[in-house]
């Protein structure tokens, strides 16, 4: 299939490409665009998004609440 298609492309645009190359090129621009686009592709974006969400939100609440540090002296106070 990748020699007919580089035969194709290079009967059409004079272009000439290593199969290696345009193996690659679909797999990583045609392929995966269309698992992108298509409706599972949407769904499992939308999926990862709310995951990214809820992490952050337990994240920032991790971060809000102060932990005990027990090896921590506490600076004496100006003035005193």
Known sequence: MIDSLRKEI???SGLRLEPDYLSTLIDSEIIKRDLIDSDE???ASA???????????ERAVAAA???ANPTAVPKPAAGL
């Open 41 to 43: 592709g949407a769904d």
């Open 65 to 67: 609440v102060p932990t």
């Open 10 to 12: 290079r009967r059409l």
């Open 47 to 57: 999926y990862i998004k709310k995951l990214q969400k809820a992490f952050n939100k």
